[in-house]
């Protein structure tokens, strides 16, 4: 009997709450799993009452969905999204709608996206972010992929995802082919960018500063109050304030190596394929990689000094510099990855909404905070704007930050604390602000080792020239392109 308003593949922590989420709000979800035992598990456990279907097979599961059916894969990205969709390819009709719920590379997406629509299926490649309670409770949604598809599962996603104070949900169509995993996908990496500015924030008060664990649950506590009241400083600051059973401080005991599921890495890769200057987050997943040289850093601090200048000044006027380095820092985070979904939009011709964007990204999500609305107003205001930077309220709201920024990262460099994700966004900032760079000189030396020309002053752009630096090199010049 087909029941179910949609069917979720994957019994892991995000496809069990995301199942819960719906059926909270009133549809009917089959679920199965590889593992069938995991089917009987959930069905007799936290879904035990509710209007679940548990199927003990993908031909049951199937059967049990009405039409147009919507499949939900929330499995691992890789291989068992391919196997799944080869298992259930026969089963389906056209007109039919598959989701893929996982951290999927967005080429993958554009991939699959492509096979299913040749057969006369529909296809949904989602980010949805927000964690085990998010997807409880309300995550943000992501959906690109086959327009035709959305109309259909639009009142379900958003009606379990988060939603803004004002109740716009935190979801909307981002765009066709791989964009809703694309956009997914800089979340993450910006994701990457405020975890380690906080964490370099973190090490300035506790090594520089002398600050307890309780001092600075109490200096985050009051951040979560302005403008930097995001979620993950809400958690930073709860994170700073636990302790165990023996009234010891968990975060004391944690080994100092960070983890990373590689989307960070993605997000820099692809700012690298497209020429964009993602400073900011390439360096924060390069802090995790020297992170986990754990070993090696132990020895290395047994043989590498550094200066033994310690902060003299006023502590809590430091704590102010931080707050505002910080909030500096990320705008300059979200400028970058902005730049990047726009580049991206060009190269692969999809339409993002950039306002939509940051409203999906109010709620429900890990890099959720109250900033996101300014980032909403500025693209409201200029759809067209080219970097964030130069919309009127962040380009003040920098400007006004920028003597504390540099005395945060000047402080730090004295001190031989490492401030990689702030400092990049420093120079970001004064690199992306001053209308002559040294790259005449990088050119000089391109064209004198590599004949590979430069552009003048004094000549429109698009006309190239080559020296003959030597006087042994002659006049043939290698050809001229941009990776």
């Given amino acids: 009997m087909s029941e179910a308003d949609i069917g979720v593949v994957g019994l892991a922590v995000m ?8 059926e909270s709000k009133g549809f009917t979800v089959a679920c199965t799993n590889r593992t069938t035992s995991k089917v009987t598990d959930f069905v007799e456990g936290r879904a035990k009452g509710k209007n679940i279907i548990g199927a003990m097979s993908v031909e049951e599961f199937v059967q049990s969905l009405k039409r147009p059916r919507k499949v939900m894969m929330m499995v691992k990205a890789g291989g068992a999204v391919d196997a799944f969709i080869d298992q259930v390819f026969p089963l389906l009709e056209p007109g039919d709608i598959l989701i893929d719920g996982g ?24 980010g949805v972010s927000g964690g085990e309670e998010g997807a409880l409770k309300g995550p943000s949604i992501m959906p690109g992929g086959s327009p035709e598809a959305w109309e259909a599962v639009k009142p379900i996603f958003q009606g379990i995802c988060a939603k803004t104070d004002s109740g716009e949900p935190c979801c909307d169509w981002v765009g066709e082919g791989g964009a809703g995993h694309f956009v997914k996908m800089v979340h993450n990496g910006i994701e990457y960018g405020d975890m380690q500015m906080i964490c370099e924030t973190y090490q300035m008060m506790k090594a520089g500063l ?15 109050k302005g403008e930097l009241d995001s979620y993950l400083i809400e958690i930073t600051r709860d994170i700073l304030g636990y302790t165990d059973e023996n009234g010891e401080a968990t975060l004391d005991q944690i080994l100092d190596t960070a983890g990373q599921k590689g989307t960070g890495k993605w997000t820099a890769v692809n700012a690298l394929d497209l020429g964009q200057p993602l400073t900011l987050i390439g360096e924060a997943v390069f802090a995790r990689c020297l992170s986990a040289l754990k ?20 502590k809590a006027e430091m704590v102010d510099d931080l707050k505002q380095a910080l909030y500096a820092s990320k705008i300059v985070s979200y400028a970058q990855g902005y730049q990047l979904m726009r580049s991206a939009a060009e ?23 109250a900033f996101l609305g300014k980032i909403k107003e500025a693209f409201d205001a200029d759809p067209e704007l080219t970097n964030l930077l130069l919309d009127g309220f962040f380009s003040k709201a920098v400007q006004e930050a920028q003597d504390a920024w540099r005395r945060v990262v ?10 990689p994700a702030i400092g990049a966004a420093l120079a970001y900032y004064d690199g992306y602000r001053s209308e002559r760079l040294p790259a005449n000189l990088l050119q000089a030396q391109r064209d004198y080792f590599g004949a590979h020309t430069y552009e003048r002053l004094d000549k429109p ?16 010049s290698a050809s001229t392109y941009d990776v």
């Fill in 15 to 22: 496809g069990e709450n995301l199942i819960l989420n719906m």
């Fill in 210 to 224: 002398g600050l307890s664990n309780e001092e600075m649950n109490e200096i985050f506590g009051d951040w979560n």
């Fill in 103 to 126: 951290n999927t590379y967005f080429p993958d997406t554009e991939r699959r996206l492509k096979k299913v629509e040749e057969a006369g299926l529909l296809y949904i490649g989602t």
């Fill in 347 to 369: 190269e692969y011709s999809w339409n993002l909404n950039y306002g939509g964007i940051a409203l999906m990204w109010r709620g429900g999500c890990i890099i959720r905070s």
């Fill in 461 to 476: 752009r698009g006309e190239f020239f080559h020296t003959n630096w030597t006087g042994r090199g002659g006049n043939t």
């Fill in 295 to 314: 070993d090696e850093r132990v020895e290395a601090s047994k043989v590498l000094s550094g200066p033994s200048t310690a902060f003299d000044g006023d």
């Fill in 410 to 419: 000047s402080s730090a460099v004295m001190m031989g604390i490492p401030m």
